[in-house]
């Protein structure tokens, strides 16, 4: 699987095209800004990209619109997003832009190598992942309806933005897949979501819910 990371800080690109490189990934290309990024793209045709959200020249959000650029080109092109903090108008941009094969991640997060491949590979494969202080922060921005909702029933919901399936999530948080499943159903009830087996569409509809 070919992968093309954009980001400018040498020693940090060096360590993720290590990383994807020992975990099975060809990196295609490693690109220092848009411009490099956008022509490694259309050179190489890549399966997935690892974008730093803040780039040169001003650091503010030239990664993430190189990222929707080429979601633009190659629709559902699969693009993992990644920065120090939490950009919740940058993270509802490009989940507005389509919500398939769409991550995004808090640095601090890729540096758990299990969790970040893991994210890497759910993306690639048309997933849709969220960091979870994003997720948090996101349902603050839609406290109205989501007040309904429990303490236990908000970290399901969390979870389930992250696009973990019952299994996974009782996991988490170490309760029977009987009661995450009791759990989901409140969480669409209080929501008016509609219910669905499809961990994905599941994340489409709380996305859909949060106004992404």
């Avoid at 220092?32 to 690892?50: L, Q, R, T």
């Avoid at 569409?201 to 996305?207: E, G, Q």
């Amino acid at each position: 699987m070919r992968v093309v990371i954009l980001e400018d800080n040498p020693i940090l690109a060096e360590g993720l095209g290590l990383l994807l490189g020992n975990s099975g990934f060809e990196v295609a290309a490693v690109a220092g800004d848009a411009d490099e990024f956008a022509k490694a793209v259309a050179e190489h045709v890549p399966d997935i990209a690892v974008v730093d959200v803040r780039l040169p020249p001003t650091f503010t959000d030239e990664g993430l619109r190189a990222a929707i650029e080429a979601r633009r080109l190659r629709p559902g092109f699969p693009v993992l997003v990644f920065s120090q903090y939490v950009e919740e108008v940058y993270a509802a941009e490009l989940l507005a832009a389509g919500s398939e094969g769409v991550g995004y991640l808090l640095k601090d997060r890729v540096s758990r190598v299990d969790e970040f491949m893991e994210a890497v590979r759910r993306v690639a494969a048309s997933g849709t992942v969220l960091d979870p202080e994003v997720v948090s922060q996101l349902m603050v921005k839609r406290s109205d309806p989501l007040e309904r909702l429990t303490p236990r029933e908000r970290e399901v919901l969390a979870l389930m933005a992250e696009g973990l399936g019952n299994t996974a999530i009782g996991q988490k948080l170490v309760i029977s897949e009987g009661a995450v499943h009791k759990h989901v159903g409140n969480v669409f009830l209080k929501l008016d979501l509609p219910p669905t087996d499809s961990g994905h569409r599941r994340v489409l509809a709380v996305l859909a819910h949060l106004g992404l």
